[in-house]
């Protein structure tokens, strides 16, 4: 076999799937590796076979760049089935990983093209939609995930969520592993959480969002989201990697009115890795391209691994309607499809807030578990001192010189100014 799926001549169509890889060749040329990964992406194999047609060579994916490392193919887009997100990733992420051609291999990002695009729904809200339903016009939202994230009995889970509401949290959200425990079953914690929700709201006059974890089994979890949904809630969360993306796109093409938040749990066992695996960049762009309106999207600072050039990228892709072209990203026109508020979380505490939002914008929901919970001065007080330093901000004061005036801020300052 030559190297047939080459053609470093060839410009892309508007209508082409274009894929950005990493390609490290094993014992061949890295022409040699590029065309095994897009034979077997999509309508070649191994060897010459005897019932073959004219027609199907035209569907063959096309390498149109090798720069070093980097490596794009083209596929026609009847390739894949309109609306079938398992469907394309099968093709440009599925058996590619296992070649010997290739001693690591990592897909660093696609491109879409708009007959795609216009077979998925998108975020049912998007940015300014969340905006509008909790009535938070310009300023970052502040989240918290309830902790410790397992083992607290409902009644308790309840009232720490309530604590953090009254405090000055918008979102308060169920941890990636909280289910249906039976310390903390799914309904009860529920029912009681979305009462402690009401109450915050009647408290304060602001709206107050809790996000359940409805990840589970496909039917129960559409079940999960109906008794949200029942019950008055207005957001669920879901674990889009261990949910997977075809039950993705069952909880978001139901009628459901909610909110869908993604939590990337497990990403990063594909993530992390620069040299092997799929880049956060593409989980971000199947988050939005299903439907999610909120996406974790890193920290740069925190517990989490990730640089600032990696978040920022990723934090433009999800919200912008285009994208520019960078060395780990394709340039995408996101036409219909709406932006995703991204979610930075992971080790926070208030007094990164002013570094996060001069990197990554006001449009953000800023979540901080121990660093609200953990404060000195109790759940409560550490949701006012994080609200207290997005005021700060929003008023163009540091958190010093805003701390002289509000104790909590002040407290959290000394915590862990250092």
Known sequence: MGLEFINLKYKPGKED???LFRVEPNRCSIKEAANNIALESS?????????????????????????KEKVKIAYPSELFEKG?????????????????????????????????????SGPRYGISGIREMMKVKSRPFIGTIIKPKLGLKTR????????????????VKDDENLAGQKFNDFEERVARSLEMANKAEEETGEKKAYLANVTAETKEMLKRADLVEDLGGKFIMVDVVTEGFGALQTLR?????????????????????????????VLADLS?????????????VGKMEGSLDEVSEIN?????????????????????????????????????????IKNLGKDIVLQCGGGIHGNILGTRRGAMAARQAIDAI?????????????LELASTLAQWGK
Not at 288 to 300: A, K, S
Not at 320 to 339: A, N, S, Y
Request: proline share 3%; with cysteine.
């Open 253 to 281: 093409n139901e009628s459901f009115k909610l909110a869908i938040h993604a939590h990337r749990a497990m990403h990063a066992a594909f993530t992390r890795n620069k040299k092997h695996g799929i880049s956060m960049m």
């Open 316 to 356: 433009e892709e999800v919200e912008k309607k285009k994208v520019k072209e960078t060395k780990i990203r394709l340039e995408q026109d996101w036409g219909h499809i709406k932006p995703v508020l991204s979610v930075s979380s992971g080790g926070l505490h208030p007094l990164h807030f002013p570094y996060l």
């Open 394 to 406: 929003m008023e163009n004061c540091t958190l010093k010189e805003y701390s002289k005036t509000h």
């Open 43 to 67: 309508i070649g194999t191994w060897t010459d076979v005897s019932f073959n047609k004219d027609y199907v060579h035209r569907l063959g994916a096309k390498v149109f760049s090798i720069s």
């Open 84 to 120: 079938n997100a398992p469907n394309i990733l099968s093709s440009i992420a599925g058996n590619i990983f296992g070649m010997k051609a290739v001693k690591n291999l990592r897909l660093e990002d696609i491109k879409i093209p708009d007959s795609i695009l216009r077979s998925f």
């Open 17 to 19: 799937l274009v894929c």
């Open 156 to 171: 308790d889970h309840a009232e720490v969520a309530y604590e953090a509401w009254v405090g000055g949290c918008d979102v």
């Open 288 to 300: 939005r391209l299903i439907g999610m309106d909120t996406l974790h999207i890193g920290t740069v």
